[in-house]
């Protein structure tokens, strides 16, 4: 990632309010120019959006007040005098991204340009605990909080990545299905209210699309997959620059396409998902099956998990690499099946299963090669994450980013202060 231009800006410290009654359109398309150029002169702030000079100047000592911007004076000067500019204060607020994974937990503070500040991550058994996974999210952000120059005051809002899909307007329900500990709900509001910040909240493959698309591998490309490969199976979408989330929000569960109509019955009741065959306890079960016929056997008692397994395949060691074949046949079917459907330019590979790299992603690439309908000159290149495990912890901070300044008002969001949504359907 390139954080180059964030290195000289100084942390402003207002976190005066702008008069709410400013808060609308205008002001916040001034504010998200300024954010989106890093500098630019009242002129330009007026030609771009199509504003008098007079109004330009009114909007710019409301938003000056908020600390958010700074008039500097280096601009480019044309002889004379040189002009004075309007910087974008990256570092006068901060974002909280949580990642509420499986088997881990991970919180990122970042500044208002997505700039990693602090970072807190620790393994833990999140599906069958949920009051044990709130007390630590709380204990990390609070950490977090304290250790910069930033708290509680300069906090904007909160993006979180749950492993379950996520209704549009219901981000407190969790599938029943997926996580049965949790009783269905997350009780993440309690951030909200906590923090008194709008706290967003978003399946964790959607959140990884999303960071796949502003920071790594889906940078410059309109149409995207992610697909995150982990405990489970899940996919996020970004079509024509936006996350695509289907009419309830619930698009996206590529672990539940149905490869073999005959096989194991899946948790969601049909047979033969691609989570059965390529989930986590699916590869574990066959790499277990496939050690028991070697020589050496294998102890029931050992205990094996995905690292294991992962750390076994890149040594080399043939049942680990066979498993990993056999994943990747399944896993080729599935996204030719995709391709078809809805052709991407680019699928993106993420999930603690990209660590094996090409072991996967080359026979991946073959088998959709081989099997993809629509063959053209320029087909679907299909890639391994840049972004590692990060992805989906750097996806919920750049969601409530999002929220903050691409689409909904910033301004109104300071004023009332107690949003709480899956994602603004603006
Ligand atoms: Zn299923």
């Known amino acids: 990632m390139n954080y180059g231009i964030m290195n000289s800006i100084n942390h402003g410290t207002g976190t005066r309010r702008a008069d709410p009654k400013l808060a609308g359109t205008l002001t916040d398309s001034v504010l998200r120019l300024i954010w989106r150029e890093n500098r630019i002169s009242r002129a330009d702030i007026a030609k771009k959006i199509g504003l008098s000079r007079s109004t330009v100047t009114e909007i710019i000592k409301e938003l000056l007040l908020t600390g958010l911007i700074a008039e500097v004076g280096d601009g480019k000067s044309t002889g004379g005098r040189k002009p004075i500019v309007l910087e974008f204060q990256y570092g006068a607020r901060c974002i909280l991204g949580v990642d509420v994974g499986a088997t881990h937990i991970t919180v990122l503070l970042t500044d208002l340009q997505g700039k990693p ?6 393994k833990h058994n999140v599906v069958d605990d949920p009051e044990g996974t709130r007390k630590i999210i709380y204990e990390f952000c609070d950490e977090c909080l304290s250790i910069t120059e930033h708290d509680s005051t300069t ?15 219901k981000p407190d329900l969790l599938s029943e299905i997926v996580i049965p500990a949790w009783h269905g709900k997350s009780d993440l509001n309690l951030l909200k209210d906590r923090y008194n910040v709008p706290v967003y909240i978003d399946n964790d493959a959607n959140l990884g699309a999303l960071a796949a698309f502003w920071w790594g591998a889906g940078k410059g490309t309109n149409d995207l997959v992610y697909i995150k490969i982990g405990h489970g199976i899940g996919a996020g979408y ?9 009419g309830k929000g619930l698009a996206g569960e590529f672990g539940h396409m149905p490869i073999d109509i005959y096989g194991e019955e899946c948790v969601c009741g049909l047979r033969g998902c691609l989570t059965t065959l390529v989930g986590e306890h699916a590869l574990i079960n066959r790499y277990k099956v496939l050690l028991g016929t070697q020589p050496h056997g294998y102890d029931i008692d050992q205990k094996i998990n995905l690292v294991d397994l992962i750390d076994a395949a890149m040594r080399g060691e043939l049942a680990a690499t066979r498993v990993i074949q056999e994943a990747a046949d399944y896993l080729g079917v599935a996204i030719s099946g995709l391709s078809n459907i809805i052709n991407p330019d680019k699928i993106i590979i993420g999930g603690s299963l990209a660590r094996v790299g090409d072991l996967l992603l080359k026979p991946v690439q073959e088998k959709v090669k081989k099997t993809v309908l629509v063959q053209t000159e320029d087909p679907v290149v299909i890639t391994m994450s840049s972004l590692g495990p990060d992805a989906v912890v750097f996806g919920a901070a750049t969601l409530a980013l999002e929220e903050a300044f ?7 969001n300071q004023s009332h ?6 994602f603004n359907p603006n």
Do not use: C, D, M, Q
Request: aromatic content about 12%; cysteine-free.
């Open 117 to 122: 500040l602090v970072w807190r991550e620790r």
């Open 155 to 169: 906090l904007l809002s909160i993006g979180v990545a749950v492993p379950s899909p996520v209704e549009t307007g």
């Open 238 to 246: 970004i079509f024509r620059g936006e996350l695509y989330r289907g």
């Open 406 to 412: 691409a689409k909904t008002s910033f301004l109104s």
């Open 417 to 422: 202060n107690s949003e709480f949504s899956s």
